[in-house]
């Protein structure tokens, strides 16, 4: 009798390692993406909470926000007057993010994903967010964030 040492014991357990191999893979990039997005969900947290401690944690210093000016022109800018501008101010901002599609390749990912802002409890804008990561010792971090903004097309992917 067989006891798997023969051509269909073989290919049995053959057939189960390639099954344990690929589902293993997708989980692993799964958890990466899941914490990739963790990243962009505390930084809004911390805009909601004024946490501007939390929101410092979710980059790299050397970190730069690219935007369009009513001009046209793109700017760069560091984090800190973004942060400290959050940090002061009075209104309660919200960025809600929809349909984020991650990409990671190593210790480098991208997050495109559609956003709402409410000012105050009041829809304000909407637009996309691309965000850019390096995976450090201390985790994910956000090196570059990047946004369009609008007022109009702005329901959300999927609903």
């Known amino acids: 009798m067989d006891r798997g040492t023969g051509p269909l014991g073989r290919a049995v357990l053959f057939g189960a390692l390639l099954l344990l191999a690929t589902s293993a893979a997708p989980a692993h990039a799964q958890n990466a993406e899941n914490d990739v997005i963790a990243v962009v969900e505390r930084l809004f947290e911390g805009m909601r909470t004024r946490d501007t ?17 009513r ?7 560091p984090i800190d007057g973004f942060i400290a501008s959050v940090g002061r101010s009075e209104r309660d901002l919200d960025e809600r993010i929809f349909a984020p599609v991650v990409q990671i390749d190593g210790d480098l ?3 495109w994903t559609f956003y709402t802002l409410h000012v105050d409890g009041n ?22 964030l ?6 109009d097309n702005c329901e959300p992917p999927g609903r």
Do not use: E
Request: proline share 2%; net charge positive; with cysteine.
């Open 146 to 151: 990047a946004d369009t903004r609008r007022t």
């Open 123 to 144: 829809f304000s804008h909407c637009g996309v967010d691309a965000v850019m990561m390096y995976r450090t010792s201390d985790g994910w971090k956000i090196v570059s």
């Open 71 to 77: 001009d046209g022109s793109i700017g760069a800018n």
């Open 53 to 69: 401690t939390m929101m410092r944690s979710t980059f790299d210093p050397s970190a730069r926000l690219y935007g369009k000016g």
């Open 109 to 111: 990912a991208t997050v």
